[in-house]
């Protein structure tokens, strides 16, 4: 299936150690780029993270964050009772000969062992992460997918328009062939001297050859073909599908620059138009 390279997801989980919480975006991009914010104690998940992430997703500038959230009514820090007894202690056995010592809070705060953080069961709570990462990157590839169809159909509509002025053009070259033929045979005529008929036919066989766009034509055929099966694929498909628009590209270009009627013409830059908004539908596709 289709998918975007723009989406969002996101989830939380509950732990006993507070509130998981995992955010999943990405805009377009030529690879996969990710970037990480993670909670400190889940700082060394980030290769696990990259290999898993990549195994499911190929292209996008990706940002992923993972944050905990303290329980509710518990402090996510607290100090120790004890450590502060013996610093206060210490600091009336130092009142005497240091007068003049003053120690402010934060300094106090710093000092090895005042300050705690509740235990965590590091490994429980990777595994915990690695969880709800998983349920959130299976949102944000549904939502990828469903961004994805709309772009598919989008694109699906516009290669059938293509293969219909293909088509079209198609019918209007033996008209446009014969119209030729006597414009050529009408300008001859009002020359003073008369025409070899063998030579006559052969420049118009060889002018007609300059104009003749049935090669173009088949392989403008055999592109749609191309592209209806390659929307079908379940793999990624946006860097195929850009590479089979400049081969579109370039049959339109040459078609245009054989034009020798105004019909053609016409069809040739409405084909370069159809092929320019499949380009920009294509550059959202993973």
């Known amino acids: 299936m289709i998918r975007s390279m723009t989406a969002f997801a996101n989830g939380e989980r509950v732990t006993p150690w507070g509130t998981l919480g995992c955010e999943l975006r990405s805009v377009n991009h030529r690879f996969l780029e990710i970037g990480m914010r993670l909670h400190d104690d889940l700082r060394s998940l980030e290769p696990v ?13 990706l940002d992923i964050s993972l944050r905990l959230r303290s329980p509710e009514g518990e402090g996510g820090l607290h100090t ?28 106090l705060l710093q000092f090895p062992g005042v300050l705690q953080a509740p235990a965590v069961d590091g490994a429980a709570l990777q ?65 003073a001297q008369p025409v070899d008929p063998g030579r006559l036919e052969q420049e118009l066989v060889m002018w007609l050859q300059k104009l003749d766009v049935d090669e173009e034509l088949d392989r403008l055929d055999s592109h749609v073909s191309e592209a209806r099966r390659v929307l079908g694929l379940s793999q990624a498909v946006g860097r195929r599908l850009d590479f089979l628009l400049q081969e579109f590209n370039r049959e339109a270009n040459t078609l245009g620059s054989k034009s020798v009627d105004a019909r053609s013409s016409t069809a040739a830059v409405e084909l370069k138009v159809l092929i320019d908004q499949v380009r920009e539908q294509i550059q959202n596709i993973e």
């Open 49 to 61: 993270l990259r290999e898993r992430i990549a195994s499911r997703i190929s292209r996008g500038k």
């Open 80 to 107: 120790d009772p004890a450590r502060l007894r013996e610093l206060s202690e210490l600091a009336l056995q130092l009142s005497s000969p240091f007068p003049g010592l003053r120690v402010d809070f934060t300094q």
């Open 127 to 191: 595994a915990e992460a690695l969880a709800l990462v998983d349920e959130v990157v299976d949102e944000f590839i549904a939502a990828r997918e469903r961004e994805g169809s709309k772009l598919a159909a989008g694109i699906a509509e516009r290669v059938d328009a293509i293969a219909a002025i293909a088509g079209q053009v198609r019918a209007l070259m033996p008209a446009i062939r014969q119209g030729q033929r006597t414009k050529l045979e009408n300008r001859l005529a009002e020359l």
